[in-house]
């Protein structure tokens, strides 16, 4: 096995008998399940509505009244829960000394970073794939479009992805776990006020920049269905850079420590 | 096997060990002796690969610990001061990640786990998860964990500290036992440890190497003088002037009413005269024995000397002992 896969296999297996993945799982399946519970009684009051007004039934597009809503609101909620996936990852290596080990094994930092991120996301990915269960339970009751849910599944899963990331880093910052989250929760806010800040200024260079630096527009994007090389590249340099972050932080540790 | 030159290490401008120069041969045992801060656990630490120096080269099995880290962390077993475990993993677990990631064949791991755990004598708890077991065992599993990929180098930072005496022995026990198959180096504060298990001692001292050799060869070189110690049941009151009188004797010290310590040139043996002499007396020879000079001795002679170089205080310790 590969060091990345060994190190991947240990926090995976760390997450379940912590037990973080299934608290952190339990809360956000119970925000995105009531999320959805409210967006689809929302659509179907107003239609009744509508259909009182105008005694006919109107053509409602579940894509953009359900589905747009619930992935929104799942950022929303992935703002709060996913840095709690990150915190421990090398905060608590570095308080219980087990950094000692994997640093005078035969495995590079890369393999550490890679490992530890590969493993957050998994646990991420696994989360994410049990929403499914509300988009199919609405299969028997509505007709809507699988294309635009799949592409907002990707966006979610690179926003995630993204966030995994920037927690990743701020778990390299110290060894403790209250700081690291608080760590990631300034982060994602700020680059996540980056958007509001560029509509702000949003006919300058500046306000150009902050949008393009913020992750809405690009998550926004996905979830309309749209899949631009631009917004790819967007969510795949900041994991990178995020993970390259992390790496350069251990390896600066390594030589004051 | 481990070869160590000029080995300097600064953090900001502290100096953590400076111009570090010593060699280990093949299947030796060297005890690193120092007092907390003396620079033990940087030199190891440089020694593993975890930590870079600032200048000097260092090479274990062959590979510069800079250059071929790899390499090098392959070749080394190495215990930290705090045992590196994870608490929530069985002992099993434990060792099944650590085998992996130090890169022991897939198919062999099984049979390197076995074999680690009867070494160790860790098969009754190779189920228990690591956070229930006792500190003596913890440190066993630490033991194991440097191990389990077989190295030629093991590289113990404190085996001993914060167990209890019967845990101590059983670790010491287990040291001597590698030390047949491994090339160990071991660092300790505890004096007699290092005579325990090691047969080649190095003092170091602020950083710096104040001595390097076997532990018998240490104490004859520090030996200005033969001390025998003598316990009488009725000494006379003149027993001072007559044992001075005895040829040979340089001096007569007394260090309780009925115990005479008596010091004699270097290389004459004293103990057949003064024996013969008590006893003809009528004394009532109590106790005889020699005085050799013991580590901790060396130790506090050494490091004071150091000191007395630089700045000529006399060191706490040397003012208690007096």
């Known amino acids: 096995m590969s060091p990345v896969g060994a190190i991947t296999r240990k926090e995976i297996r760390s997450y379940f008998v912590s037990p973080i993945a299934y608290v952190v799982a339990a809360v956000f399946l119970l925000l995105i399940g009531l999320l959805s519970y409210l967006a689809v009684l929302s659509v179907s009051n107003r239609s009744l509505q509508m259909l009182r007004l105008q005694g006919n039934m109107p053509e409602l597009n579940v894509n953009e009244m359900v589905f747009r809503p619930v992935f929104e609101n799942m950022a929303v909620v992935m703002l709060l829960v996913v840095p709690i996936l990150t915190m421990r990852l090398l905060a608590e290596e570095k308080k219980l000394k087990t950094m000692e080990l994997l640093l005078t094994s035969p495995v590079t930092i890369a393999d550490i970073v890679l490992g530890k991120f590969f493993a957050a996301f998994t646990i991420f990915a696994g989360m994410l794939a049990l929403t499914a269960s509300g988009a199919l339970a609405l299969v ?41 989250i608080m760590l990631s929760f300034g982060f994602l806010l700020i680059i996540w006020l980056f958007g509001w800040a560029g509509q702000l200024f949003s006919d300058t260079v500046l306000g150009a920049i902050l949008t393009y630096l913020s992750p809405i527009d690009h998550f926004l994007n996905m979830i309309k269905g749209l899949i631009e090389t631009k917004d790819l590249v967007y969510f795949l340099a900041g994991i990178t850079f995020s993970l390259f972050l992390t790496y350069r932080v251990i390896e600066s540790q390594r030589w004051r420590s | 096997m481990i070869d160590v030159k000029h080995l300097t290490k600064l953090y900001g401008t502290k100096t953590a060990i400076a111009d570090v120069t010593f060699s280990v041969e093949k299947g030796e045992v060297l005890a690193f002796l120092g007092p907390n801060g003396a620079g033990k656990t940087t030199t190891m630490r440089i020694l593993t690969g975890a930590l870079p120096a600032t200048s ?12 071929q880290p790899m390499e090098v962390k392959r070749a080394i077993g190495y215990l930290p001061e705090v045992p590196p475990l994870y608490g929530e993993m069985t002992v099993n677990e434990y060792l099944t990640f650590v085998g992996r990631i130090k890169g022991v064949d897939p198919a062999q791991l099984p049979a390197a786990l076995d074999r680690t755990l009867e070494r160790l004598s860790l098969g009754d708890v190779r189920g228990r998860l690591i956070a229930n077991l006792s500190r003596g065992y913890k440190q066993r599993v630490g033991l194991a964990q440097a191990i389990i990929h077989d190295p030629p180098v093991l590289v113990l930072d404190e085996p001993t500290s914060g167990l209890d005496p019967k845990q101590i022995i059983e670790i010491r026990e287990l040291i001597k036992e590698l030390a047949g198959s ?97 006893v003809t007396s009528g004394w009532g020879l109590l106790e005889l024995k020699p005085v050799s000079i013991t580590l901790e001795d060396v130790f506090l002679r050494l490091t004071q000397e150091e000191s007395d170089k630089g700045e000529g205080d006399r060191p706490i310790v040397e003012e208690v002992r007096s």
């Open chain 1, 140 to 180: 028997p009751f509505a007709e809507f479009r699988w294309t635009p849910i799949l592409t907002a599944y990707l966006g979610t899963l690179l926003l995630g992805g993204l966030f995994l990331s920037a927690g990743l880093f701020a778990s390299s910052l110290t060894e403790n776990q209250i700081i690291s």
């Open chain 2, 56 to 67: 000097g080269t260092a090479r274990v099995a062959g590979h510069d610990c800079f250059d």
């Open chain 2, 182 to 278: 491994h090339t160990i180096i071991l660092s300790t504060h505890i004096l007699p440890e290092a005579t325990a298990v090691a047969r080649r001692v190095v003092i170091i001292h602020e950083g710096r190497i104040v001595a390097e050799d076997s532990q018998e060869r240490l104490s004859a070189r520090l030996r200005r003088s033969e001390k025998v110690s003598v316990m009488v049941k009725t000494p006379p009151t003149d027993v001072r002037e007559r044992l001075q009188a005895l040829p040979g004797v340089l001096s007569v010290h007394q260090d309780d009413p009925q115990t005479f310590l008596v010091e004699a040139e270097l290389g004459h043996d004293l103990r057949e005269d003064l024996g013969r002499f008590v």
